[in-house]
């Protein structure tokens, strides 16, 4: 039982990387009805950025380097939904390329290797279950940044112009919501959320070049695991990925291990089928 | 008669001048290298010391022929490797090719090594490169230790500190299972046992909960069967924090500088296996490398400037062997397989012969441990 609990520990200071990765997910998509497949990508460069910049500077020069790629984003946004894109499919491969482009520039200027930062040389004792302070400061602040979203989304004006974008776009307009420029800024949000994500890897775990893909799939994973368009759910699923994450790697073998946490994504969205929407993939 | 002796003469006059264009003309060597895409950190380094051991080479008067290199790049991609050596081969004419620069990128090569009658110099660990069931092993030989060598290396240092039981983190590929195969295949010959083994996709972003198995495990020992930097990095932060201990050895995929700088003191003590030790505690031959390549302006990086060096010289032994025959592909081939105890850069003896391709073994590699973003030399 200890063994399992400490499993379900790592995973849930592990998950909260997820829920930061979903949340500008869930947010693009309740605002502009998109994704912005770049998040993974906007983490790496974040990372990559703070690595090359000495001291918390650093942090600061990752933020705005992930923060400047998703207005490039949001630009991209704007000029295909103004030449008439209407297809939500088109603002998600725009984004996907984008995150290739990202991708090969820190390859082509940073080359293969790790960013990693030092954090912490002394851990806590959580019932006997060593834990990194680093762990605890990106649960923390996962948590953070989800309930002040929610509070954001539905709580504020501003949350209800933003849903409104999304719901009916020509109607918000028509009542005065400056959309565009509403769908803009939550691709700059998206892009501190996911900068944020690739601070907190850089400080934990550590990633390459590689990385971009793989952090989107996750981060998407997460989002749409409970439903994509409530912030809560995000960090829900990324906790769920997270310690279905390190259960696999605690009890599972081989190949299986990374395997594991996308194939319990399929298994809880077709049992939400099955119940007729009532977990997964659904708006709240 | 006069006549007779004229034509004689003439004909004597023609061999000699076409045997002197003979050995006047240069000996064309490919050099198809990783010089863009992931494998780079490598195949750039190899090419750097390649061109500047060959100034040198020809500066000292080491060449009895003239060679000429052809560089290309394969772009860490095995389609773009066939068609360089495709290239080098029928518009350079080169009788032979010190590359492609990964194992994958000399595998798709090879039959067109054998096709074309060329033998290549493959700068890679892979085991499949010189794998005599291959249809053309006799045209592909190893530059470097082979991948079996080096986890024989690392479980070879591991037994000298009464290591039992072994736990093995390796990345989910091809490179990673193999690893785990050798190391289950040749601990218990050094009275070892893997007895857990964990893995990670290459972009994990947590590693607490495998090295928690091997913990919970009571390993002696971990060895890291990884080459992507941050996951070597991101497990020994992961042991550190969960209590891991024992001490962490990884193969020569991150015996780098750009590994070496760029993770932090949290990864201080991890032990690196390392085909000599250029940038940090090179050999006698390494430092006359080293040299070369600051004169050139350039930094030593790792092993990827020994293995690429290893390439030419055997191209050189190759060529010098055979005077002033002509040389071919096939007459190559045939030297390199002759080849015993040459003058090389890396440490270590090289030998090739027709029932091993493989030139470089255990005593061209050291265990280097992580010490203030410097890899120090332990044996």
Known sequence: ?284 | MRRLVSLVLSAVAAAMLSSGALSAEAVKIGVVLSLSGPAAVFGIPERDAIQAAMEKLKADGKLKRGIELVVYDDKTNPTEATRMVTQAINNDKAVAIIGPGTGGNILAAGPLALRMQVPLLGPAGTMAITDRKNEFYPWVFRVAPSDRVDVKVILEDMAKSKAKKIGVFFQEDAYGKTGVDFAKEIGPALGMEVVETVSAPYAATDLTAQATRLRNAGVDAVFLQVSISSLGASFVKAAKQVGLTAPAYTNAGLAQRSFAESVGSDVDGLRVLSIGNLPYDPSEGEAELAKLLKQAGKVPQGWGELVGTNGLMTVVAAVNAQGDKEITGTSMRDAIEGLCGYQAFARGKPCFSKDSHDGWAEDSLVITELRNKELRTMR
């Open chain 1, 1 to 284: 039982m200890y063994v399992l609990t400490e499993y379900v520990v790592r995973g849930v200071q592990a998950g909260s990387i997820y829920g930061l990765l979903a949340l500008p997910m869930s947010l693009l998509f309740a605002t502009a009805g998109t994704i912005d497949f770049a998040v993974g990508a906007y983490a790496l460069l974040a990372a990559a950025v703070a690595t090359i910049v000495a001291g918390p500077l650093g942090i600061a020069f990752g933020l705005a380097a992930a923060i400047t790629a998703a207005a490039a984003m949001g630009g991209i946004f704007l000029i295909l939904a103004r030449t008439g894109t209407k297809d939500h499919i088109v603002f998600a491969l725009a984004s996907f390329g984008l995150a290739v482009a990202i991708a090969s520039y820190i390859l082509w200027q940073f080359g293969t290797q790790a960013f990693v930062r030092a954090s912490f040389s002394r851990f806590w004792s959580l019932g006997g279950i060593r834990i990194s302070p680093q762990g605890v400061i990106n649960l923390g602040l996962g948590v953070l940044v989800t309930l002040l979203l929610y509070l954001l989304l539905y709580w504020s004006d501003l949350g209800r112009m933003m849903r409104a974008a999304a719901a009916n776009p020509r109607g918000a307009e028509l009542a005065g919501i400056p959309v565009a420029r509403i769908q803009f800024g939550t691709y700059l949000a998206g892009g501190l959320l996911g900068g944020l994500a690739g601070i907190m890897i850089l400080y934990s775990a550590g990633l390459d070049f590689t990385a971009s893909l793989s952090l989107t799939l996750s981060g998407f994973g997460a989002a749409i695991i409970f439903g994509i368009a409530s912030p809560l759910r995000c960090l829900v699923g990324g906790i769920a990925m997270g310690v279905a994450e390190a259960l696999a790697a605690g009890y599972t073998s081989g190949m299986v291990t990374a395997m594991v946490p996308f194939l319990f994504v399929l298994i809880v969205l077709s049992l939400s089928n099955i119940r007729g929407g009532a977990m997964a993939g659904d708006r709240p």
